[in-house]
């Protein structure tokens, strides 16, 4: 089946202490995103990526880096975690160029992300 | 730079009665459009999207939507809601050449039965 999955669903931290999200796909698609949902403010994206060792800045990329070593796995670190970055996070996949080329988005489940 | 505006933050309808959501977006050039819902406790699928030709978009669940250059405008609409649509409803813009994609805040959509 194909799909974007997010791991862990759920996650509780403190601040300061190193995290990983992890975003895998299996549709061999080339553009990658993550996004934080947050109430009021819909979605903002983070980074994109259009290919394995391309990665850009979205519209609030503060506090957050990305890699793309492999085209399937996309992971969202938090060097330095901080109150504010508590949010809904869902990373998406998209074949070609993704939104420029009018290919849409294919969304995981989301992890829900705390941070004390 | 580009932003998307929905004007309805919270819309509360009937079953059977019709459905239109606003979305303007401010930038000039050529854009790619989109219309995305997600379901309580689900992730975001695409409604439809517009990249060209016939302005008048149809998509998923009887769900439509016409883009008007002249208004910035790319408006969601359904003639006859049902309780199952009650979701919420993102619209977005990507700039074409651009590979960012900004969505707008969302309009919650809740349909009494």
């Known amino acids: 089946e194909a799909q974007v999955t997010q791991n862990p669903r759920y996650l509780i931290t403190v601040t300061g202490k190193k995290l990983t999200v992890t975003c895998s796909q299996n549709?061999?698609?080339?553009?990658m995103s993550w996004y934080r949902q947050d109430p009021g403010l819909g979605l903002r994206q983070i980074y994109y990526s259009m290919n394995v060792e391309v990665t850009d800045k979205g519209d609030v990329p503060e506090g957050y880096k990305v890699s793309r070593k492999e085209k399937r796995n996309f992971p969202l670190i938090l060097e330095s975690p901080s109150p504010n970055q508590t949010s809904l996070y869902f990373c998406a996949s998209s074949s070609g160029g993704g939104p420029s080329t009018n290919e849409k988005l294919f969304f995981g489940s989301g992890t829900q992300l705390s941070v004390l | 730079a580009q932003s998307v505006s929905q004007h309805n933050h919270h819309v509360i309808l009937s079953e059977a009665a019709s459905l239109e959501l606003g979305c303007n977006y401010s930038?000039?050039?050529?854009?790619?459009l989109f219309w995305y819902v997600q379901y309580p406790g689900q992730h975001l699928q695409l409604l439809l999207k517009?990249?060209?030709?016939?302005?008048l978009v149809k998509g998923i669940k009887g769900f439509e939507a016409e883009f008007i250059k002249s208004k910035f405008s790319f408006n969601l609409r359904k003639p006859s809601v049902q309780w199952s649509d009650t979701a919420e409803y993102f619209c977005a813009v990507n700039a074409a050449r651009d590979d960012k994609i900004i969505f707008g805040k969302g309009t919650r959509l809740h349909i009494l039965p």
């Open positions: 930038y000039g050039g050529t854009v790619n």
């Open positions: 549709m061999n698609h080339e553009y």
């Open positions: 517009y990249f060209s030709g016939d302005p």
